[in-house]
Structure formats: structure tokens, C-alpha cells
């Protein structure tokens, strides 16, 4: 092999093996991505509401992968924008009030009586919750409605009503009278029987930290009050671990909520999908249709011109 063929195979080489390492790079990057987007919508409560502007919460979560902000999402409020400044590593910050406002949690109820079975709110609903028929009373299954308020503007006759459902109360203790602030002494730490922080709860419950609380294994508490005995502070221990508690079962009841809707979601899409495939599958067939007509048409028409010139010439 010449010198030239040599520099030329080892070019080649060089530049198949480049080729490689890129393409193993970007699909890294892509896994990476795709993760991480998954983490962000997990977060999301799934109401596809689109009032963040995005058509729904994969899309948004995808945005913010990308750099979008954090606080667009009203029916998340507060605490998604602060579970995805945790796992974004970002300030928290308020709620964009250019979106709405976070408010309760709604419920989408048909009065019946007044319904008309347009099923225009079938046509709208993301997830499938109401169901009927064409020229009959509709329903809304209540325990499938996310309240993204979707089926509203379609509704011709404005029958549509949302509820809104009674709140969790899950707030700080009230401060006592002798209650004071930690002094950091360390006897709560000495005093628990599970070897926890009891110190470093408190601190991450009363501000509001719940994920850092689970994450110090706040589940693991016994709510033995030993630590609230020692407190020279007089600070009620066992009732802000009770309350943090309960705001991380509430957040997983959430997101167990959330699960699920975004379920109903993804089968509400491929159920478009299929109604969309099928009618484009009968669209073609009608048009093959209508081409092979034309087409036994031109023939006859070319038949009968032939007649009529044999016809014609056997006159003459």
C-alpha cells in the first residue's frame, strides 16, 4: 500500500471512529434528558390543564428541562414549584401569577337537567372522565375529574359547575405561651431511642423543608414525646413531626393522583391516535374508491366513444 493509501485509510478510520463517539455521546445526552424530564413530570400534578401554555404536562416538563421556568403550573402551586427547586437545585420562587391562581381543588359537576348531549365536553375532557351519549344526558365521573376546567368554554349551554372540594388543614403548631426558640442544646438528640435528629426535624418541618424531614427518615419516628420532655425550650417536638408526617402522605396521596390521571391521559391519547388512524385508513379507502369509479367510468366512456365511432362508420 502506498504512503497516500495509508494516510487515507487512517483518515477514514479516524473519522468512523469520531462518527461513533459522537453518536454514542448524543444518545447518552438523549437518556440523560429524557430522565430528566420524566423526574420533572412526575412532579406535575397531570391535570393537563395547559394554563401554563404548554398542551399539557409532559410538554411543560420537557420546557423546564430546557431552562423554562418553574412557576407556571396553578394547579401545582406551591409545593410543585418547590419539589422541582429541589430537584432542579433552584431558588424557589413565587407562583407567576400570569397563569392563574392556585386555589382548591375542583371538581367538574353537570347539571344534568340542563344538558342538551351535544358531547362537546366529551370531546374536551384530557382524561376521560365523563362520559355519555349523543343526544343524552352526560355525567362526570368524580373520581377521574382533575379540574382543568377543559370541558367549560366547549359547553354551549354553560351546565357545567365546578366544586370546589374542602381543604386539608395541615398547618404549624400554634406557639404556646412558653414555648421558645431552639437553643441547639442537643438534649432531644441524647434522648431519642431511634437515634434520629430531632433538631434538625424540627428545623426542616417548621420551614416547611418535608422532603429534607423524609429524607432524615422523619418515618422512622415514634412519637414517643422523650424528646418534647427534655426540651428546655418547651417546644412541641412530637407535633411538628405528627404534622410533617402528614403533609408527606398527603403529597404521596398526590402524586399517587397524579399517577393516575396521567395514566388516563396517555390512554385518552392513544385512543385519539387509533380513532385518528382508523379514519384516515377509511379517508384512503374512500378516495381508492372514488379514484377506481373514475377510473370504470373513463373506460366506459372510452367504450362508448368507440361504439359511437363504429357506429359512425358503418352509417357512412
Known amino acids: 500500500m502506498s504512503l497516500f493509501g495509508g494516510i487515507v485509510l487512517a483518515l477514514l478510520l479516524l473519522a468512523l471512529?469520531?462518527?461513533?463517539?459522537?453518536?454514542?455521546?448524543?444518545?447518552?445526552?438523549?437518556?440523560?434528558?429524557?430522565?430528566?424530564?420524566?423526574?420533572?413530570?412526575?412532579l406535575l400534578p397531570q391535570t393537563q390543564c395547559a394554563q401554563c401554555s404548554y398542551p399539557g404536562c409532559r410538554p411543560y416538563a420537557e420546557a423546564i428541562a430546557q431552562g423554562e421556568a418553574i412557576n407556571k403550573c396553578p394547579p401545582g402551586g406551591e409545593q410543585t414549584i418547590s419539589l422541582l427547586a429541589n430537584l432542579l437545585d433552584q431558588e424557589k420562587v413565587a407562583l407567576d401569577s400570569n397563569y392563574g391562581q392556585q386555589g382548591p381543588v375542583k371538581k367538574a359537576f353537570i347539571r344534568e337537567q340542563d344538558c342538551i348531549g351535544c358531547t362537546f365536553c366529551i370531546q374536551a375532557c384530557p382524561v376521560d372522565a365523563i362520559v355519555g351519549a349523543p343526544q343524552q344526558m352526560h355525567t362526570v365521573i368524580a373520581d377521574e375529574c382533575t379540574g382543568c376546567e377543559l370541558c367549560l368554554p366547549p359547553c354551549p349551554v354553560d351546565c357545567?359547575?365546578?366544586?370546589?372540594?374542602?381543604?386539608?388543614?395541615?398547618?404549624?403548631?400554634?406557639?404556646?405561651?412558653?414555648?421558645?426558640?431552639?437553643?441547639?442544646?442537643?438534649?432531644?438528640?441524647?434522648?431519642?431511642?431511634?437515634?434520629?435528629?430531632?433538631?434538625?426535624?424540627?428545623?426542616?418541618?417548621?420551614?416547611?423543608?418535608?422532603?429534607?424531614?423524609?429524607?432524615?427518615?422523619?418515618?422512622?419516628?415514634?412519637?414517643?414525646?422523650?424528646c418534647h420532655a427534655v426540651c428546655p425550650s418547651h417546644i412541641p417536638l412530637v407535633q411538628y413531626y405528627q404534622l410533617g408526617k402528614s403533609v408527606l402522605q398527603h403529597q404521596d396521596e398526590q402524586f399517587q393522583l397524579a399517577h393516575h390521571a396521567q395514566e388516563r391521559f396517555q390512554q385518552h391519547e392513544k385512543r385519539l391516535a387509533r380513532l385518528n388512524a382508523e379514519q384516515e385508513r377509511q379517508r384512503q379507502a374512500r378516495s381508492k374508491l372514488a379514484a377506481n369509479a373514475a377510473a370504470q367510468r373513463e373506460l366506459i366512456r372510452a367504450a362508448l366513444s368507440r361504439a359511437r365511432g363504429r357506429q359512425q362508420g358503418d352509417q357512412q
Open 17 to 42: 471512529f469520531c462518527g461513533l463517539t459522537l453518536a454514542y455521546t448524543a444518545q447518552k445526552f438523549s437518556q440523560q434528558d429524557t430522565s430528566l424530564v420524566d423526574q420533572i413530570n412526575a
Open 160 to 226: 357545567i359547575d365546578l366544586i370546589a372540594l374542602p381543604e386539608t388543614e395541615l398547618s404549624l403548631p400554634a406557639k404556646s405561651l412558653t414555648e421558645q426558640a431552639c437553643i441547639r442544646c442537643g438534649l432531644c438528640v441524647d434522648a431519642c431511642p431511634v437515634d434520629l435528629l430531632p433538631q434538625q426535624l424540627y428545623s426542616f418541618i417548621q420551614g416547611k423543608a418535608y422532603e429534607k424531614a423524609a429524607s432524615h427518615h422523619l418515618e422512622d419516628c415514634i412519637e414517643c414525646g422523650l
